[in-house]
């Protein structure tokens, strides 16, 4: 989710004061507990003394400075029309906590996954090899693509397979991600570290017109605002992030940023960051330190019609978005960590000083990016889908998703134009994302969109008791066994069972 406000302005009690130092922050106990859903905490078992550590942000002044970790770019095989990636999901250990080695998981490498380009119109086949010594998915998040290519829960797979997925990629360019999906054990394997970005590529004047080379003013910025003991163990459930003692560190691109401020030199003047909100559930906010502008480009779902300027750019859980600089000056990135489940992170972290050091002299942006006509939704096909909890699982329209035959499903037909009610009857966090196509939204809590939120969307906030209502038209693709995924992004409430299918069938 973006917001063109300050975070403090933001609705749901989210707000931090966002020109604060580093480690500045420090939530009282209610504050901590913001959208959380005490009487289920309670349920829980939980004791009050574990809850009030919460809200404690553990971030002091920046100590210590490191080079930013940009992700390896993943070489792809071409033969005649078709691009091959290989990718294995594998164990392995890292240092989430600073001199403190952790068990954790990653696509070709001990934590995090490589990027992936992928160009618009081309064919892609990827050879994924599960290496885990349990059953795994890949989910292309926000990618258009056929059900069965989707990566959801119904083409898991077993240690030892390969699930070999091949499409031909319909997306314009944006910022897209992989991670699990597999029933239940989706929050376990993305904290510990199964994601990576994929960038999509195309041919637009848009695209000519903005920087592009990866690694030099084409950077990703991969989030995570994880739960950890002091051992190094990572939390993902309940049970988990009940427990003492723990952290809640902020990870950029794999690097610990609690006491240590990354540093990127700029050799072109306009420089392009890619920002993923990789975290299982807190939210993240990206402002500069300085309290200047930032021109973002993109949401989820590719450009904006403009470049837009605003303070900072919020991302729930699951989220992307993409913004230039025009650097003359040096200037830090900060990252606001708001606590978006039962406990996690807070604070304001400088997390990227960037220095200037670029001699050419950029044109001006382009004054047009992209043409997103607004949908007339007066004839669109109307649902209501309702965002509930039954003690400490959470529900969609009734249901416990934490099986497919449990789970409610939606049937709709090839073509169809539907506009959707998102209901939040809880009072709780939710990310709401829809796999196979993009959304546009229509009102934000009965208000209707404006600035960055025109945009096109697969990942938004739904605040505790709010609502948003979302309109899709659904192309391309249909099937009769294979079904697509919409889910709590919150990766926690995934596995407790808010999600359901989506069935699209011929018309």
């Known amino acids: 989710m973006t917001h063109t406000t300050e975070p403090g302005s933001a609705t749901g009690g989210h707000g931090e004061n966002p020109r604060k130092g580093k480690g500045m922050h420090r939530r009282s106990f209610l504050g901590g507990m913001a959208g959380v859903g005490l009487g289920a905490v309670a349920g829980a078992g939980a004791a009050f003394s574990l809850l009030t550590e919460a809200g404690r942000s553990k971030a002091g002044a920046a100590t210590n400075t490191a080079t930013l970790t940009v992700p390896d770019l993943l070489e792809g095989t071409t033969s005649g029309s078709t691009t091959t990636f290989t990718l294995e999901a594998k164990t392995g250990t890292a240092e989430v906590l600073p001199g403190v080695t952790s068990d954790t998981m990653g696509y070709n490498q001990p934590f995090l996954g490589p990027t992936m380009k992928w160009t618009s119109g081309d064919t892609i086949l ?6 885990l010594g349990e059953d795994t998915t890949v989910h292309f998040h926000g990618a ?3 059900a069965k290519m989707d990566g959801g829960p119904q083409v898991a797979f077993a240690d030892g397979k390969t699930w070999s997925p091949t499409f031909t990629v319909k997306d ?7 991670h699990p999906h597999a029933l239940g054990t989706t929050a376990k394997q993305a904290v510990h570290g199964l994601a990576g970005m994929i960038i999509v590529e195309d041919d637009s004047t848009a695209s000519s017109d903005l920087p592009g080379t990866y690694g030099t003013d084409d950077i990703p910025l ?20 009940l427990s003492s003692g723990l952290s809640f560190p902020l990870l950029l691109n794999g690097t610990n940023v609690d006491d240590t401020t990354l540093t990127f030199t700029a050799t072109k003047t306009r420089t392009r960051f890619r920002v993923l909100n990789a975290s299982p559930s807190d939210i993240i906010t990206i402002q500069r330190g300085d309290g200047g502008n930032l021109n973002q480009i993109a949401t989820d779902q590719g450009y ?3 470049a837009t300027e605003v303070t900072s750019i919020r991302l729930v859980a699951g989220a992307r978005a993409e913004f230039v600089l025009d650097l003359s000056d040096a200037v830090t990135l900060q990252a606001v960590v708001t606590t978006g489940w039962v406990r996690g992170g807070s604070g304001t972290y400088d997390v990227l000083a ?17 043409t997103i006509d607004r949908y007339d939704t007066s004839s669109f096909t109307a649902r209501t889908i309702t965002l509930g909890q039954s003690g400490t699982s959470m529900t969609i329209d009734g249901s416990v998703g934490t099986s497919m035959s449990s789970m409610a499903m939606i049937s709709t037909t090839l073509g169809a134009k539907e506009i ?6 809880t009072q709780l966090e939710h990310s709401f994302h829809l796999h196979d196509v993009p959304y546009q939204l229509v009102s934000v809590n009965g208000a209707d969109p404006t600035g960055v939120d025109l945009g096109w969307f697969d990942t938004y906030e739904v605040v505790g008791g709010g609502t948003i209502k979302i309109a899709m038209e659904f192309t391309d693709f249909s099937d009769d066994t294979y079904m697509y995924m919409l889910h709590c992004h919150l990766l926690q409430h995934e596995d407790e069972g808010m999600m359901a299918s989506l069935m699209v069938t011929e018309s």
Do not use: E, M, R
Request: hydrophobic share 35%.
């Open 144 to 146: 258009h693509v056929p």
């Open 420 to 425: 959707w009610t998102i209901k939040n009857n």
């Open 354 to 370: 960037i220095t200037a050091s670029g001699t050419d002299t950029p044109a001006g942006l382009p004054s047009s990016l992209n």
């Open 172 to 178: 314009d360019a944006k910022t897209l991600w992989y």
């Open 304 to 306: 904006l019609t403009a």
């Open 222 to 241: 991969i989030f995570q605002s994880l739960a950890t003991d002091s051992a190094g163990d990572l939390k993902y459930n309940l049970a988990g992030y």
């Open 126 to 131: 990827l050879d994924i090899t599960n290496s």
